[in-house]
């Protein structure tokens, strides 16, 4: 990926290890500060936001580079993308650092600037996403199609988890307007976090499954089929997980049949992540000489 990588792939490699250092670093300020870990001023913002959009913008720089698109519009695409997640970070650190909320802060002008503008790079993370799952549905693939699914199908939860952010935000907004910021800072998400987190991870542990069967001693047809059975309970759990948080069920209380549906898709998703595993490590052994 490094070395036959074009230009702006190795950039956003050195961008996504950067702002998960930035994630990881600000762990440790937690660690030496203290104070609450939940709420609007928090460390965990910046941890959270550090690691997540670092992990995801090497995914995507990744993903991209499997598909087919001319160079301008790989550069366009992957650039945007690149700097929406710096924008993110940056702006969410700064003002965890100020001691202020990020998001629906209109307590002065130039918070109140800082939201419209982390609003903008957030529209921009939409669009772009938007754009490279339109090329992964569309595309001619260069790569085998064990790993063009689960780009396919990580790209397509991964938009699930966007919309279900942008329900987030659009309830905090209404919030802020009819209530209070305060309401908005802690109702905002409320019991759709966990249906947005869940399906966002997608676009990173599917194409990595895919990526480590590829060293596997099996054939195409075996790792696709494999793919198959973790895409499908990825889909599973992110169904149990929407239908949780849409219905206001306590994760940790489901009902029978939800437990049930989501521990198989979990279980499911596992069991093939280690099978994949496993087999580039038996892969990587040194076959015994006679």
């Not at 965890?96 to 419209?116: E, L, Q, Y």
């Not at 987030?168 to 309401?183: C, F, H, Q, W, Y």
Request: aromatic share 6%; proline share 5%.
């Amino acid at each position: 990926m490094w070395t036959g990588g074009r230009r702006i792939e190795r950039a956003g490699y050195i961008i996504g290890a950067v702002l998960i250092i930035s994630g990881v670093a600000h762990l440790g300020v937690y660690a030496l500060d203290g104070g609450p870990w939940e709420g609007p001023v928090s460390w965990r913002k910046a941890v959270t936001f550090g690691v997540a959009f670092g992990l995801t913008a090497i995914a995507f720089v990744a993903l991209s580079s499997c598909l087919v698109a001319t160079d301008r519009t790989r550069r366009l695409v992957v650039g945007i993308f690149l700097a929406a997640c710096v924008l993110e970070v940056a702006l969410v650190t700064m003002q965890t650092w100020r001691k202020v909320p990020s998001h629906f802060n209109r307590d002065t002008g130039f918070d109140s600037a800082i939201s419209s503008v982390l609003a903008g790079g957030g529209a921009a993370i939409v669009v772009t996403s938007v754009a490279l799952t339109v090329l992964a549905l569309r595309a001619r693939p260069v790569v085998a199609p064990s790993v063009v699914l689960a780009v396919r199908a990580g790209a397509i939860l991964y938009l699930v988890a966007l919309a279900i952010g942008i329900a987030m935000i659009a309830n905090g907004v209404a919030l802020e307007r009819t209530v209070s910021a305060s309401a908005a800072y802690h109702g905002a998400g409320g019991s759709l976090k966990p249906a947005h987190a869940v399906p966002m991870q997608a676009i990173i542990v599917l194409p990595a499954i895919a990526w480590l069967l590829t060293f596997n001693r099996r054939s195409e047809r075996s790792r696709h089929r494999l793919v198959t059975l973790a895409c499908a309970g990825y889909a599973l759990l992110t169904g149990v997980v929407v239908i949780e948080s849409f219905a206001s069920i306590d994760p940790l209380a489901p009902t029978p049949p939800l437990a049930t549906a989501g521990a198989v898709g979990l279980v499911t998703v596992i069991g093939v992540g280690l099978t994949a595993f496993v087999g580039a490590l038996h892969r990587a052994e040194p076959t015994p000489q006679l």
